[in-house]
Each structure stands twice: as C-alpha cells, then as structure tokens.
C-alpha cells in the first residue's frame, strides 16, 4: 500500500492544503534526523539580511526552477508553503535531509534520499516571488513594486512563453549537481497541491565569479565571462547596485535588503558560432578569447580602452559606462538540452540570471544590446522571467515574512 | 567575413568530405599548441589494450551522443573521422584543446575554447559501433558479430526511436561536466559533413562504482546503487563478463579486448516513488534505503540472503545468482531532462550503461526483471542502444583500426 504524503498529512487533521498545516512533517515523532551534519565549511548559512545564493561566492552548479500556484489556493495556503520552503531549505542548506530519512515504514520517506552520504556543497536555495503573484488572488496588489513587472519586448526575443515567468521561483545552487537536485526536488515536493513546476533549468558550469577569490569561468563560446561583474567584496556597489535599501521612491519596505531577480534562457547559435572567425569572435566579444584581456590590453584585468573596441562589441555595449552606470550582480550557468528537435541543433548557452535594485537597470542594458550587439547573430533569448526576491529570513522566521506575515499576527 | 572549417579544409586541399582529409587541423602550422598540461593525476591515457571509460574509476559527469553516419559517406570518410577522433580524444583526455586555441584571426578556432583553464578531470573517451553501421555501406556486413543486434523487444519497453540507436556512440566522462561537454562538442565538429548527432544524454552523477576505492552512490530513487557490481579490481571477472577474447565461437578477432555497450534511457516515474511507503521502497529494491544493507542484513556489503527478499525484488531478480551467473559492468549515471511536455512531471531518472561480453547477459536479465520485477511500477525503459566497443588504440594508432585499419593497408 502506498500512503500518499497528502493523504497522511490530511489524516493528520490538517484542515485544507497540506501545505497549510504549517507542520508537513509532524508525522508523530520529532524531526531530529538521523542526518550528519555536513562538513561546516561546506555550509552557507541560510539566515542573514540578504537571503543567500546571491552575493554568495557562485557554485558550481545550478537548478533553477519556476513554479505556478494551484487554483484555489488560498494567502494563508501560500504562507504556509513560504514558512514550510523555509525550514526545508534551512535544512537542506545545512547539509541535512528535509525531514528524517528513515522514519516509519508504512508512510512514504520524507526525505527521498539521493543527497544522503553528501555534502552540503555550498547549496544555497534563494525564492523569489513573480509578478503574477501580486494579481487579486492573494490580496498584494497594492504590495506590488513598480520595478516588478514582465519586461517589455525586447528585440531580438523569441520568447517561448512554457520557458517563461512563473508566480515563483526557487534558485539553488550547489558545488555538486546532485545536491542542487535534490533541493529542487523536495521543495518541489512539499509544495505539491499547493503548486506545480511551470519550468525548470540545470546548469552545468556557472558563468561567472561573482568574488575575487574565483577564476574568472569560460562560458559556451569560449570565452571568460563576467571579468567585471560586481563582486560580493564590493559591499558599497552591492548597495548602490543590488540591494534595496527602501529609501527610493517605488521601494517598499517589504523588500528592504532584498533584490529583483532576471533570468533569461539564451541559446547560442553554437554552430553559427563555432565556423566564425578568431578575429569575428573576439570583435564581437570586444575580448581575446585565450587571455580574456579587453581589445587592445594585455591581462584580463587591463582597464578596458572603450576607443578600442568596435562599437558593436558586446563588452563595449554592455558595460556600466554605456549605460549611464548600470550595473547588474551577473550570477548565470552554462546549459545543454540536447538537440533542439526542430532544428536538430544543439540546444545550449547561457542560463543568465541577474539581480539588480530595479529591473530597468537590465531593460535599459538590453534595450542597447538587442538593438546594436553584434553578439546577436549568435544568440537568441527563448526564456525570461522576474522575481522580487525578498530579503533573507532571521532565525525563526521565513523568506517572505516581511510580505505576508505581518497581516497575520 | 565566417570563414567555415569546410570551406578551410577544402581549399587547403582535401578530395571529397573534410574528414577524409586525414588532416583536419593542417592550417599552416604544427599542431603544438599553448595548452597547458593537466595535471598528470587528472589524466586517464588514451591509449591502452582495453579502451578507458569502461573498467575506469567511475567520473561523475557524463556526456553521451550517438551519431548517424550521412548519406554517401564512403568506408574511406569513415576510416578517416575514426583517426580524426582518436588523434582529438588522445589530445582532449590528456588536457590538451583539441587544436591550437588560438590560432589565425582569419580562421575559426580549432578548439571551441570553454575547458581552457580547466584540468582534463579525468576525462575518458570511449568510443562505440552500432549494428547499422555493418549493414551494405560500409562492406563490414561480414565482419559483423553475431550480438551486435538490436535488443529485442522487452517485457515493458516505451521506446522513443528519437532517442534509440544510432551508427556511433561516443561516451565521455569527466569529473568536471563541462571538460565532458567540451570533448562531445569538439568531436561532433570534427565530424561535420560525415556524421550528424542522433540524440545525446547529460548525466549528472553517477549512480555505479567501478572500482572498490568508490563510495557507492545513490541513484535518484535514494538507494545506493551498484553495490555488487563489477568493479576495476575484479580482474577475473572482467576477463569472463567484460572483455571479449576471441576464443568463443562468433568473438570475431577485431573486436579482441573489446566489449559490448547496452544503453537504457531509464525514465523513474518520481512523483509516484515518492509517494509510496519506504517498506515499499525497501521490499522494492530488496536493501534498506539509509544504510544499503540487503534486507536481512546490517551493513551495505553483507551477503545478500536471496530467500529473506521478495520474489519480485530488484535486487534478487537481477542477480547473478539469478540469471546463470550472467553479470554486467554497470556504469550509469542519473539524469534529468525538466518537465515531461506531455505529463508535466519531471523528467529524470537513470541514464543505465553496461559493459558486457556478450549482449544475450543483459537480454536475459532484462527479460527477467522485464517481466517481474516490482520496480516495473516506477519505472519505464524510453531509450535504447547497443554498440561494439572495439579494443583500445596503442599509440600511433586509432579505435576501429582493428575492424577498418587492415584492408587499407
């Protein structure tokens, strides 16, 4: 016989969603595990001001996911799934399963068990919530930041609308794929009656360092990626450029310490790409592909000549100085699909996810880079979303709280 | 202007495809280049009696792709893309890009450039034969071996042809996923205009250990996996399970040392596994999910007591002791592909290789688990491929040299 969770939960007496329990896992004993805490230096800490995974040193690896909310959920339903993904991630960035593993052998596990004898692997799980989420479902239109918002059509889109937003979103990140899974995997699982997967995406290689005690990583077209990004050691810029800090108009308090998350799918022309020219390559990048030098340096890290680069080069196009300052925390993944069956091509590139105290900062960038990169004969965007990602949760509390808790106590 | 490899090798020369050419990175300079040597504990060498990939540590990422050969190839182009491979795979797995990074402004890169900076991470190529390609084409109908067939129908099939089969098969693992894409990149370039990618698969973890170093891992299900299986040490056992000698009738000489790959794209029905009971679980399996101990016993590697497990237990149906004896190299790796369009349910599971003598080993145990096995409710088979693995190449020359090498010279 095999018990359904929802069923053993809803025999459990809770009233409505499994979810709105607040307790998926009081399944009649405590949940202290029988997990090893992981090797401490493998932890990042899932409180704190900003919620983890963002100005965190970049993993490895990633699994990204995008869910939408079942109809007739309710707010208190979505709370409690918030506080539930909380203590689970609080769990699962700890290095320990999300519930014991090895409980009572008539109800199913409530951890399904592929991270155990893991690591934690530096998993982080951050949440972000979607424009959509502030329709009149749950009562938080008038919660909604201006900056949260679909982005407009940007050119050169070819928006594939199943790869596309999402009411929320889970990032986990992880130095081993199997433990980035099984976040995804098991959140995905608590939320289960409350909400389903809208899309999903792994990456395979992070794309950028976003500390300068990381190399600089190479994404699909052979090249360094994100020399300039800001780094977590630049806390002003972070603050200027990242954070919201609630002292400018249109920023609500609810989001203070918190950020605005981009993801875009591009695909890479891998083919297209791959028969160009070393010199067509690197004056498109603006880069030398072996040193990562700009145009006209000798070292990744020579001041970029700007007078140098063609004025179509995408380094040249979407750095700070062309964009009246703009500047985005770059924090993206290299993805393979396999084929593309309509095209019988590799489905591959780059997975970007940004985040940035206001999503105009990324439109703006874009708006320059879709009309003038010489970049976009080799790439096209299929997937965007954007998430308000709240700030991180204090002990005790949830991711979210600063948005839905206080109506409730 | 794109100038296009083709178009390179043509006007350098070359009759007919540009594999044939027997040259392809013949630019106007020697093919020693500004790669630095991995670290030599990061190499697995190329050359061997046995081909690397098969009785090697088990790495933890994998790319695999099958290929189809193109309409009018000639035995020549064929012969000519295998020694085109092997010289790039020698270079791949010792570190090396697959030709000088950075070469001619004017010419594409003859290394896609994204392992630049990267260890070989214990890279392995190996390489494999399917049953079409010993049809009229080729003249090798004659030297095709009996169990070089496609598998026959089995007791629970679901088999998407889209990704079944295919002429060529390269398998490349690394400890590093990106390392493994490189190489499976770099080789489908070289082989433009000869072959064309059938279908492809990432794993993201290895669920078998091939060497008693290894931890044994856990599959998406949360069991650990492969616990019995053959593993490197086993020498003798390998000999009789693994290693074709020649000296059984229909062991054709060229394919001495070599083996036969099975590959099952193995889709976990997750959302359903999840819900059952972890007595199920366990009597499904037939070994206790946290410490892998058989039922009955207390540690993973206790003797299994096949009369203390279910009759329909994984574990006892695909036993040796099972099947006459029969056993299999197992070396798989866990997968997931997002959403399944049709049923929105995750698409993951095991990507299952095996390395055996003779394919009939896999055929029987299969038949039996096909027909009986209590995993059949959570699980279904999507994918299938059977290939030769020619012998390893010594050095100077190249895997195929023992089947297509000969009536050249």
Redesign the interface.
């Known amino acids: 016989?095999?018990?359904?969770?929802r069923a053993l939960l809803a025999s459990a007496g809770a009233g409505g969603l499994a979810v709105a329990a607040g307790g998926g896992y009081a399944l009649g004993r405590d949940d202290d595990d029988?997990g090893t805490p992981a090797a401490a230096e493998q932890v990042v800490p899932f409180h704190g001001r900003h919620q983890a995974g963002i100005a965190t040193p970049a993993q490895d690896?990633l699994h990204f996911a995008a869910f939408d909310v079942e109809e007739g959920l309710r707010a208190d339903d979505l709370r409690g799934l918030l506080q539930e993904w909380s203590k689970a991630a609080e769990r699962l960035t700890a290095g320990r399963p999300v519930g014991p593993?090895?409980?009572?052998?008539?109800?199913?596990?409530q951890?399904?068990?592929?991270?155990?004898?893991l690591t934690a692997a530096r998993l982080t799980v951050t949440f972000g919530l979607g424009p959509s989420l502030f329709d009149d479902r749950f009562g938080l239109a008038a919660s909604k930041p201006a900056p949260l918002r679909n982005l407009p059509p940007l050119p050169g889109d070819e928006l594939d609308p199943e790869r596309s937003g999402g009411d929320l979103c889970v990032q986990a990140c992880a130095d081993?794929?199997?433990v980035a899974?099984h976040a995804v995997?098991n959140l995905?699982?608590i939320g289960?009656g409350a909400v389903?997967?809208r899309?999903?995406?792994?990456g395979?290689?992070r794309t950028s360092s976003t500390s300068r005690a990381q190399?600089t990583p190479?994404?699909?077209?052979?090249?360094k990626d994100g020399t300039r990004n800001l780094k977590a050691e630049d806390t002003d810029a972070l603050a200027r450029h990242v954070w919201v800090r609630g002292d400018r108009a249109g920023e609500p308090a609810w989001l203070r310490d918190g950020t605005y998350l981009v993801a875009r799918r591009i695909r890479m022309l891998?083919?297209?790409w791959?028969?160009?020219?070393?010199?067509?390559?690197?004056d498109t990048i603006g880069r030398q592909?072996?040193s990562g030098a700009p145009i006209g340096g000798r070292e990744e890290f020579d001041p970029v000549r700007f007078d140098r680069l063609p004025v179509d080069s995408h380094v040249r196009l979407a750095a700070p100085e062309s964009n009246g300052g703009a500047s985005l925390l770059r924090r993206g993944y290299?993805f393979?699909?396999?084929?593309d069956d309509r095209l019988?091509q590799?489905d591959?590139g780059l997975f970007f996810l940004s985040f940035q105290r206001d999503t105009e900062a990324f439109v703006s960038v874009q708006r320059r880079l879709g009309a003038s990169d010489k970049l976009n004969e080799y790439i096209k965007h299929v997937g965007s979303g954007v998430w308000a990602v709240p700030p991180g949760a204090q002990r005790g509390g949830w991711v979210g709280e600063t948005l839905l808790g206080a109506r409730r106590r």
């Open positions: 016989m095999a018990l359904t969770r029988d690896r593993a090895n409980d009572v052998p008539l109800a199913p596990p951890d399904t068990g592929e991270a155990m004898g081993d794929p199997q899974f995997r995905a699982r289960r389903t997967v899309w999903s995406q792994l395979f290689g190399a190479r994404n699909l077209m052979g090249f891998i083919e297209v791959d028969r160009a020219s070393l010199g067509d390559q690197e592909k072996s290299s393979t699909d396999g084929l019988g590799l591959a």
